[in-house]
């Protein structure tokens, strides 16, 4: 079954077909480190965690990178204005945003690398484009001189003189062109920075994703992503000077972007002031009724934060693990080797539901339809167990189940230990259940429930489970 993707670089879908069979390389900008990491960058990390998911499925071995930026004007100056060292500031939200992925369980990334960790690298790249006759020194500064390149707009499907008009830098009458950018900035006094034959500086913002994808992923990798926001200007001038440098084109097969995540239909960003901090949302929702939310839209269209919609996704969730609970009891006392023409019905059903799932994923990484699917595959999982099939059919359904959710990233497995305590209470209340102590039943399961542990009693049992959001 094909996969194809969406480039934004042709503007269609296209059969994916990595450079080097069965690996692929995936390079994604990550977060300027000055400030909490809030759910707009949340929803682009979840989307390219949940891509590099599904790749390692259909059996890829992957190659995944998020670069950080830890030097830049904005941590320059909040550290500034909170009278800390920018390199402190940095290294505080970094270990904030890592602990953030983690609990998000946007885990499959292979490294995190620093711009202040790649300087040399950066640095040898922008030699090789002074050579080259791409860039120029002014005062210690060094920029990249657009009209040289003949990539610059094909991204973002503009001539040059649109990027000229564009062009989000300021005004400098030094520079040949309005449109040239920084790729070397000469220090300003009580500012961050590292020695170059340039002068003593640090480095422009795109420069350092193009050095920091060539030296783990090569001169040419699979997929690039970020945000759509990004596409121009800061993924247009990777381009620009990447194949300039290398002269490879393309330097990225395919470019990937994800939608924005809006409130009340405006773009979330922390210069509007209108963001929600991952921490805060974690306080309220499952973790997994969020990436739940954010699959349910398709990764490049815009997706509206909403409470209804995180309340849906987590009654969704609730369905999800009840689902997962009946297969268990199911399989705890069912009959293992009957099978009738009912279960042989659910069988096919099950087939048919994953090959769709499977379609789905393979269209661009179509969730709401793959998203559909799985949630018919919990509705057979509970028609099995209310038919009484055979625990072989139940296993399968609840293997599935897990399987496609981790296709998600969703984390269905039961990770709690009963404590000892625990064990006794629940013996004790089985106990009192035989004997018809129906009081004193009650009673167990109100003192176990204050402890987050919940008692499900089924016609062949009682199975436990622990209290979610």
Not at 263 to 281: A, C, E, H, Q, Y
Not at 293 to 322: A, C, M, N, W
Not at 440 to 469: H, N
């Amino acid at each position: 079954m094909m996969l194809t993707v969406f480039d934004t670089l042709r503007g269609r879908l296209i059969p994916f077909k990595p450079i080097d069979e069965g690996k692929v390389r995936i390079y994604v900008c990550g977060p300027t480190v000055y400030d909490l990491p809030h759910i707009g960058h949340a929803r682009t990390l979840i989307i390219f965690d949940m891509i590099a998911r599904y790749l390692t499925y259909r059996g890829y071995q992957i190659n995944y990178i998020v670069n950080i930026t830890d030097i830049d004007d904005k941590i320059i100056a909040r550290a500034q204005e909170s009278h800390v060292v920018p390199k402190d500031l940095a290294r505080k939200f970094e270990r904030i945003f890592l602990d953030d992925m983690k609990t998000l369980n946007a885990t499959l990334v292979d490294a995190y690398p620093r711009v202040s960790d790649n300087i040399p690298e950066i640095i040898k790249i922008i030699l090789g484009l002074i050579e080259k006759g791409y860039a120029y020194q002014i005062d210690g500064d060094v920029y990249f001189d657009v009209t040289k390149s003949l990539s610059l707009g094909k991204l973002s499907n503009q001539s040059l003189d649109d990027v000229w008009v564009g062009a989000r830098v300021k005004v400098d009458e030094r520079k040949r062109n309005p449109a040239d950018f920084a790729l070397w900035k000469s220090s300003k006094k009580d500012e961050p920075f590292w020695e170059s034959p340039f002068g003593k500086g640090r480095p422009g913002w795109h420069i350092e994703c193009s050095a920091i994808s060539m030296k783990y992923l090569s001169e040419q990798f699979d997929i690039h992503g970020g945000g759509r926001d990004l596409i121009f200007p800061h993924h247009e001038n990777e381009i620009a000077q990447s194949e300039a440098y290398t002269g490879r084109i393309p330097v990225v097969r395919y470019w990937l972007h994800t939608g924005f995540l809006t409130i009340g239909g405006v773009k979330m960003s922390k210069s509007l002031g209108n963001f929600i901090t991952v921490r805060d949302l974690l306080k309220e929702y499952d973790v997994n009724a969020f990436r739940l939310f954010i699959t349910s839209t398709h990764y490049r269209s815009p997706i509206d934060y909403s409470e209804k919609g995180l309340k849906q996704s987590s009654r969704s969730l609730k369905r999800v693990f009840e689902a997962l609970d009946n297969l268990r009891q199911g399989i705890l006392v069912g009959d293992q080797g009957r099978e009738d023409d009912k279960d042989e019905r659910v069988t096919a059903e099950v087939k048919i539901i994953h090959q769709r799932f499977l379609k789905a994923m393979n269209t661009d990484f179509n969730t709401p339809e793959a998203s559909s699917e799985f949630f018919k595959l919990i509705k057979l999982g509970n028609q099995a167990f209310s038919m009484k099939a055979n625990t072989v059919l139940l296993q399968s359904i609840y293997d599935l189940i897990i399987e496609l959710g981790g296709v998600f990233g969703l984390e269905l497995e039961r990770t709690h230990e009963l404590t000892d305590e625990e064990k006794r209470l629940i013996a004790e209340r089985d106990l009192a259940r035989k004997n018809k102590e129906w009081k004193k039943a009650d009673e167990i399961r109100q003192k176990l429930k204050e402890t987050g542990i919940i008692l499900k009693d089924y016609p062949r049992g009682t199975l436990w489970t622990v209290e979610r959001k």
